[in-house]
């Protein structure tokens, strides 16, 4: 088995308050697919993604990234393997210039200061953000933002991106941008969105969460055909597989 | 704009004029440290009656700030800013220390005032330095020069991140605060009552976001000690300009320069 893969059993996770958040999750994802996460608000997409990192230890099942299982001793390695973006990138985006936020990672795996130039001047070459490297990351634009939060990712060569909302706050041109930028990425991608139209783009493979269980698994495009589950999900069909507002033709 | 809103804009004003190129800015961030900091020691060490001895220190703001092409008036309006914390501070001094010191032609004056004056001189003095420091090296060099200089990593750290989410700390308050104004139609929005709810209210988010952004960085192998990539170098040249302003400051503070000058001048005439 890869460092690639993802496979998740049983998860359950209840929040210090008592609030189960997740009710026995089992999913697995095999090396290089792209798989959407959707789901209601409230739905425990967030909880489950804080898993696949070891932020937050399962109350009772287990996660694992290839052939290791997250635990405490293995999270340094875990957390170099998959790369998060968050859904705010001012909560990802903390140093003062963008260049030293991009480096963050890359000093802390101990790589020598050329190496860090080199994959820092790459990342941010790979999601066009090469010319704002002396900004500081506060004073960007929204897209900007999300494009440096993923470079910072990029940077430590993970094999798995696993991304929050990435098309939250962004501008329909910024969003498409994003959307063919994410297309170019060969890693594991897992993606929780509330837009069903970028997964559709992107995942071949979506995962319904609806109170904290999977309540389907499959192919995106059949998914996103069955009104029934999509209604009890609390979802609708992406914009792009509804008949057109004006005259009306699917 | 509200005063939030100003605040933040001049805090980043201050960082652009941080970035300019000039030879003041390229230096190294640990020759303007030092040097600042040989400066405030020489400074706030003036007995509380001097105000004529502290006169020439002005040099240094002044000729960094011309060098460093840092505007007049910038600096002025940041000064006048903070000015109200001196002018309280002293505020008590001329009631309290009544006896007559000196005379300014046949005024007497009491040394109350001589030392608010010195207090302000101080504050202005120290101020300026301060500000002309950050507006030519900018926050990030003066905390890479505190931590290189053996400072204990946590403090820059600490103003690493201060200076950093000041920014997103603020425009949430400013959101906050329109949003109050928004909905409390000219009156004060039902007072302090509700101004204590907003300021807890900030307090649970920030500590939320900190939690986001420690998750963030231990995403990407935080283990305590942030790493500042950029090199520095010190050169023959940083180490004349500390040197030779200390120099200068060791020798304003020993003698008190204008009153050579005035004697010597005096002498001359006479």
Known sequence: ?250 | MSSIETGLYELGQLDRLASQDTSVHRLDPRAKVITTLVFLVAVVSFGKYDILGMLPFALFPIVMASEGQLPFRFLVRKLLVVAPFALVIGFFNPWIDREIIAYLGGLGISGGWISYASIIIRFLLTTSAALVLIGTTGMLGVCMAIERLGAPDVFATQLLFLYRYIFVLGEEAMRMARARALRSFGSRGMGVHVYGQMLGQLLLRTYDRAQRVYLAMQCRGFDGHVRIMRKLHLTSRDVAFTLGWSAAFVLFRLYNVPLLVGQFVTGLIT
């Not at chain 1, 969105?193 to 995962?207: E, F, S, V």
């Open chain 1, 1 to 250: 088995m890869s460092h690639h893969s993802i496979a998740v059993t049983n998860l359950a996770f209840s929040y210090p308050d008592g609030t189960a958040a997740l009710n026995g999750v089992t999913f697995e994802i095999t090396h290089g697919e792209s798989v959407a996460i959707v789901g209601a608000n409230g739905a425990g997409k967030s909880t489950l993604l804080m898993h696949l990192n070891g932020f937050l230890s399962p109350t009772s099942g287990s996660v694992r990234i290839g052939d290791i299982p997250v635990t405490k001793s293995t999270l340094p390695g875990i957390r170099k393997t998959v790369g998060m973006v968050f859904q705010d990138p001012d909560d990802q985006l903390f140093m003062p210039t963008v260049f030293e936020d991009v480096a963050f990672g890359p000093m802390n795996l101990g790589l020598p200061a050329e190496e860090v130039d080199t994959r820092v001047a790459e990342a941010l070459t790979r999601v066009g953000a090469l010319k704002l490297k002396d900004r500081p990351p506060y004073r960007l634009s929204g897209g900007e933002k999300r494009a440096v939060a993923i470079a910072t990712v990029l940077a430590m060569w993970p094999n798995v991106l696993v991304m929050d909302e990435p098309s939250s706050n962004l501008d329909p041109r910024a969003r498409r941008r994003l959307i063919e930028l994410l297309g170019t990425f060969e890693h594991t991608k897992i993606i929780a969105t509330h837009d069903l139209d970028l997964a559709l783009d992107l995942c071949d493979r979506t995962i319904i969460m609806n109170d904290g269980v999977v309540t389907a698994d499959g192919p995106t495009s059949e998914i996103f055909s069955d009104d029934a589950l999509l209604d009890a999900s609390g979802l609708e069909r992406p914009l792009s597989m509804q008949g057109c507002p004006v005259c009306g033709s699917a």
